[in-house]
């Protein structure tokens, strides 16, 4: 991959800085761990925002390199406010936010938008749900809501009104009728699994389910998995059910 200059700048400006304070750090005192939280907290800045100005760019190739940063500080548990937001950014590029060229849309990158919904799956807050959210109901390309879907399971957040479910009840049902993508599919179904336990009403995502397993347009695996979830409902509500007989004789 070709950096830009921009993407050279910003990486020299970033090693210069942490070469800067290792020269500086050649004795160790007392005040040793107080002195390492100052520079650990100026480089995190430092960082944010040489993400913030890559994510912003219109290249594309910035914006992966942007990504990888994003990806690699998640994993190791440093993500800030900025980096959320620079997530959020990314993962409305071209749909929330456009750049047009003679009315043609040239920030349109399906491939940025569903990285930066994967790695908001990594950060379990209320921020990354309403994000992923409102990408999923917005964004009409399949790999793009498919990756919404996986990160809102992987996160498990879902309100007493079961909002995140019945917002993948809804997309599940569009693309089932519209463009029935089995790839989808089959992570609406694994998102269903992770949510159930903390779903109210499993009435419509069990429909749902039902309309994944009745459509002839997916594969027969996911057509499958989704027999079998409907099955396991079906042995869960008949184990119920018996409990429940038992308890009243029992009385």
Known sequence: MKYSKLT???????FATGVAFA?????KSQNSKSERTVEDEYLSNVEDIIITELAASEDYDNKLVALQYLENAVSEGRSSPD???????????????????????????????AKACDILGAIP???SKKTLLSIMS???????????VRSLGNIGLNSEKDEVVATINFISHKFNAMNPTSSLALEVLCAYEKLA???????????????????????????QKALGMLR???SVASGNG????????EK
Not at 23 to 27: A, E, L, P, R
Not at 138 to 148: F, G, H, T
């Open 242 to 249: 018996k409990n429940n007989r038992a308890d009243a004789v």
């Open 23 to 27: 020269q500086t750090q050649t004795v």
């Open 83 to 113: 980096m959320v937001a620079a997530l959020d950014s990314l993962a409305g590029e071209g749909v929330k936010t456009q750049s047009r060229t003679n009315g043609r849309v040239m920030n349109n990158f399906p491939d940025v938008r």
């Open 232 to 234: 396991s409902f079906q």
């Open 138 to 148: 917005e964004d009409q390309e399949p790999m793009v809501v498919a990756s919404a």
């Open 197 to 223: 336990p903390n779903v109210t009403d499993k009435g419509e995502m069990i429909k749902s389910i039902a309309e994944i397993a009745s459509n002839g347009s997916y594969v027969l695996p996911v057509r």
């Open 8 to 14: 050279a700048a910003a990486l020299c400006v970033f």
């Open 125 to 127: 807050t209320e921020e």
